[in-house]
């Protein structure tokens, strides 16, 4: 009997269909609920495709040529430590031992702005960070520090314009000129609004402030990353891999919508604006996302704006992988999640990259952790052969069509902000806090029916003890804090402090660019939590619309 | 409940009652927030009783007016209390009115009612309130002809709120085009008003427009006429509520009686002979 | 109000203290609505003071409780003690967040009466509640 040959796709069909399916219950939709087909071909990969290339135009394989053949991702893990003495001390260790760029973790309230001896910080001093409350602090965070010759990261957003330029001040005491800094302050005030909730005042002053200090860097201190737009926060609030993707460009768009309607011309300022995303567990989605995020930029950037300047066209991004993907139970699980989420940063074309230690759910990393988490980089570039090849995913059935799918998700979100008025006006319908919480909820309920599966917490548990350890605080450590604070207040000008909030008050009430003013109260030793409330009778204090 | 109707009859001291009703997503509790915060500059005391809908397959219920007013969180003379409908097919649950007693036992000067406008909710808050605001909003889909009928009836002040958004001078037009053709009953004409609630904006005329309509309820006697004949009207549901109580306590504990309804199908006769016993 | 009127267990949930971290806070909210209960999410940045006084306002029976930032020690017992100050002690506390085992233990000593840590299944906090709460009809 002849045996008529099938058509093999047609063929992998009927074999596919006769073939036994899992009975698991567990969804084969991405953790975002994309909708993923068992097979992907050159069906879904049409001829008329233009072939993508990396360095050039949209960058959905990359913005440089080389990728890390050319250079490697930067190994840049994000450390805090409660007191500017201890920080120092672990600084000038890190530097010591040949790491470049600098970090700083601030505790709560220095994140909302507030002093130490302020009545609502009790208790919350030096917890998840460094108290800094005037440049007295500061000077000791980077004693000894040579700011010419390192790079540092902040992560602040409502005061960011305040730690610049404590900085800025240290710097100048160095004789280091501002024009040579380099670093990145996060300064993602829109983030805040939606997802982490650290903001102070309401959405257009904020705006206002974040201008003013990316205005101001592009003149004074040219080396300087002035934000880093950030949709790590959206997603550990529980969004979509697609809803981080659409909002944070949404953000990113809205800045630079300011900026040029500050009069600031696309290419001066946009080459220096930086991207920060998560990285989460659903391996090949993460990957799409990136490259995804780099192809919607570039389009944008071009076709809405006019970019000329290739740097302004090629989105640069950090990774951190996703806290919430770790567990509390059987934590050494972490090291192999951390691993994967890693290698799908380091597919997706990261520029740096922060891995979490596998104990981070429950303390501070350990020595030994810490360790770790940063050898698991070292893995991948050294050892495992990822990095020899630039996006070694192109050209995949399976990732452009899942990278095409992420971007018409984008697209769908963007006209969704657009047509409720822009990024603000969306913010203020409480429409990205409601995403997220519904993203949130639909994810809890379906690890509750065990569709999706957290190993150790809702399936392959065992019976064990959890133990968990926190960053314990010496009480005396806020006690000294407070005493520090109340002594720096006793001992400046009072005149010189006071003329210059004064000053302070008239600039934010008027439209001039505030860093230089708040330059000025800075080198007077006005306390963080002054100038905040200096700007605050100004600008009033944002309440949001909460949704559940 | 009876101990405490006896209690606090002497003290009793009725305080202004304002009902605002709406579909969601009209910003009644902005509006209410800005309305207790006019109150708050004027002086007076207030207390708000928000209700939301209970789910009815649960039970549980979300009651999202509190968070809404955060500024006058610990300010003693602000006094909030989230309801849930509880079932009660109105929307408002029977213990409202009482609570109104209460209230103004306890020296409030004005109580601020807040429902969402589902099944039959705005006729109870018409029923309860002296003065009863319909909140509409500019976005309304198919416009102002899908209002149910009902609530021409029962406004007294009709605010169109977010009366910043397009739309808004269209939603007034119609309204005001509906009105003049509904029937001419009372005297009183209902005024349309604009309000930003989220700016503040308009809640000083709102305000008025309350005041003003009070003024009318006294000098035209309508406000006795109200307050006798709510009180019938709760003293009929609070018989009713009783009687359910009653029979459905009976049925439960009397079995022979319950399995004769079951055969014989008399719930009119089971009734009837439930409430003739002795409680 | 007639005696067997159904009479749903009221619960106040709030974030205490600077911490913005509400994904968890709202989860739990949507839970607790989804078992029958009568939630009130009172918000972010509140003081012991904030949340003792809506529980009262509101006649919660339960208040629910969540930091991240590691402030529990202070601001856990602050609202228990709040709740003496205001002669509430019948209203029960309970928390979640980043807890360690020996504040756990600390804070039940102190008045805290349940404390659910990361990982902790939505079913686990109805399955007390329920529990602590048998007669209230829903």
Not at chain 1, 33 to 39: F, M, N, Q, R
Not at chain 1, 173 to 197: H, M, R, W, Y
Not at chain 2, 20 to 32: D, I, M, R
Not at chain 2, 65 to 91: E, K
Request: overall charge negative.
């Amino acid at each position: 009997m002849k045996v008529r040959a099938r058509d093999p796709k047609q063929a992998w069909t009927e074999d596919f269909e006769s073939s036994p399916v899992r009975d698991d219950g567990i969804e084969t939709s991405t953790i975002s609920g994309v909708p993923l087909k068992p097979l992907y071909t050159s069906n879904d990969f049409p001829a008329t495709r233009t072939e993508e290339l990396p360095g050039q135009f949209p960058y959905t394989r990359g913005i440089h040529p080389s990728g890390y053949r050319g250079r490697l991702w930067t190994m840049r893990q994000f450390s805090g430590f409660a007191t500017a003495e201890e920080t120092n001390r672990r600084y000038k260790y890190l530097l010591a031992n040949g790491q470049t760029g600098l970090s700083v973790a601030f505790d709560m309230p220095t994140l909302m702005g507030q002093d130490s001896d302020a009545p609502t910080s009790r208790g919350e001093i030096g917890h998840c960070g460094v108290a800094i409350d005037s440049l007295a602090d500061m000077e000791t965070l980077f004693d000894g520090i040579p700011l010419g010759e390192i790079t540092t990261s902040m992560t602040i957003n409502s005061p960011a314009a305040i730690l610049l330029c404590m900085y800025i001040a240290v710097a100048e005491e160095q004789g280091v000129p501002a024009s040579v800094l380099g670093g990145t302050l996060q300064n993602d005030i829109l983030k805040e609004f939606i997802a982490q909730k650290e903001f102070i005042f309401p959405p257009a002053p904020s705006m206002r402030l974040v201008v003013d200090s990316i205005e101001y860097c592009a003149k004074e201190v040219p080396k300087w990353n002035t934000i880093s737009i950030s949709g790590y926060h959206i997603r550990e609030a529980g969004s979509t891999a697609a809803q981080e993707l659409a909002f944070t460009l949404a953000d990113g768009m809205a800045y630079v919508d300011a900026c040029v309607e500050r009069g600031m011309r696309i290419d001066d300022f946009a080459p220096r604006l930086s991207f920060f995303f998560d990285a989460h567990i659903d391996f090949f989605e993460e990957i799409a996302k990136f490259r995804a995020a780099r192809r919607i930029w570039a389009r944008w950037m071009r076709e809405r704006y006019g970019a000329q300047d290739e740097r302004s066209l090629k989105l640069r991004f950090h990774t951190q992988t996703a806290g919430v993907s770790l567990t509390a139970q059987q934590p050494e699980l972490n090291i192999a999640r951390t691993a994967i989420e890693a290698l799908a940063a380091v597919l997706g074309g990261t520029q740096s990259l922060h891995t979490n230690a596998m104990d981070e759910v429950l303390a501070l990393p350990t020595d030994k952790s810490a360790r770790i988490a940063l050898r698991t980089q070292q893995l991948l570039a050294y050892e495992s052969g990822v990095a020899n090849t630039v996006d070694p995913l192109g050209g995949s059935y399976f990732i452009e069509a899942l990278t095409d799918e992420m971007e018409r998700q984008a697209e769908t979100y963007f006209k969704q902000i657009e047509d409720l008025g822009g990024v603000i006006p969306a913010i203020e319908a409480s429409f990205f806090q409601k995403e997220i919480a519904d993203s949130a909820f639909r994810y809890q309920s379906e690890l509750e029916q065990k569709r999706r599966i957290m190993i150790g917490v809702n399936d392959f548990t065992v019976d064990e003890e959890v133990p968990i350890d926190i960053l314990r605080i010496d009480p005396k450590l806020e006690s000294e804090q407070v005493a520090r604070v109340r002594e720096v207040r006793r001992r400046r000008d009072q005149a010189r402090c006071s003329n210059a909030l004064t000053s302070l008050r008239k600039a934010a009430a008027g439209k001039d660019n505030l860093m230089p003013y708040i330059l000025e109260a800075v080198r007077a030793y006005a306390t963080e939590g002054e100038i905040m409330n200096t700007l605050i009778e100004v600008f009033g204090i944002y309440t949001e619309r909460a949704v559940v | 409940m009876r101990a405490l109707e006896e209690s606090i009859r002497d003290r009793a001291r009725a305080p202004g009652v304002v009902g605002f009703t709406g579909a969601p997503g009209t910003g009644k509790s902005t509006l209410v927030d800005g309305v207790v915060a006019l109150l708050r500059k004027k002086d007076s005391s207030v207390a708000v009783l928000a209700t939301d809908p209970n789910s009815p397959f649960t039970g549980g219920a979300i009651l999202g007016d509190r968070i809404r007013m955060q500024r006058h969180a610990l300010d003693p003379r602000v006094f909030i209390r989230s309801m849930g409908a509880r079932g009660h097919l109105g929307g408002l649950s029977l213990a409202t009115r009482e609570a109104i007693r209460l209230l103004g036992a306890f020296g409030f000067d004005q109580v601020i009612l807040e429902t969402v406008g589902v099944g039959q909710s705005e006729l109870e808050v018409a029923a309860v309130a002296d003065t009863t605001i319909v909140v509409l909003t500019p976005n309304l889909g198919d416009g102002v002809q899908m209002i149910k009928a009902g609530i021409l009836e029962i406004a007294d002040i009709f605010v169109v709120n977010k009366a910043d958004l397009d739309g808004h001078v269209r939603v007034v037009t119609e309204l005001r085009s509906m009105l003049s053709l509904a029937p001419k009953g009372s005297p009183w004409k209902p005024p349309i008003l604009a309000t930003v609630a989220a700016k503040q904006e308009g809640i000083e005329e709102l305000w008025e427009a309350v005041l003003s309509h009070r003024r009318h309820l006294e000098s035209s006697g309508r406000a006795r006429q109200l307050a006798e004949q709510r009180l019938r009207d709760e003293t009929a549901e609070v018989a009713a509520e009783i009687a359910r109580d009653r029979v459905r306590q009976a049925l439960a504990e009397d079995q022979e009686l319950a399995g004769r309804l079951l055969e014989e199908g008399t719930p009119y006769r089971t009734a009837e002979e439930i409430l003739d016993r002795k409680p | 109000m007639s005696p067997t009127a159904v009479r749903p267990v009221r619960i106040i949930v709030a974030k205490v203290g600077l911490d913005g971290h509400d994904r968890g806070v709202k989860v739990v909210a949507r839970a607790l609505r989804d078992a029958g209960y009568e939630v009130i999410y009172t918000g972010l940045r509140q003081t012991p003071e904030m949340v003792v006084d809506a529980a009262l306002q509101e006649d919660a029976q339960v208040i629910g409780l969540s930091i991240h930032s590691g402030a529990h020690m202070t601001l856990f017992p602050a609202v228990v003690r709040e709740l003496k100050h205001r002669k509430a002690t019948d209203i029960v506390v309970f928390g979640g967040g980043i807890i360690p085992d020996d504040d756990i233990a600390a804070l039940k000593k102190q008045g805290v009466e349940q404390l659910f840590t990361p990982g902790t299944p939505l079913q686990e906090i109805v399955d007390w509640l329920r529990q602590r709460f048998p007669d209230e009809k829903r």
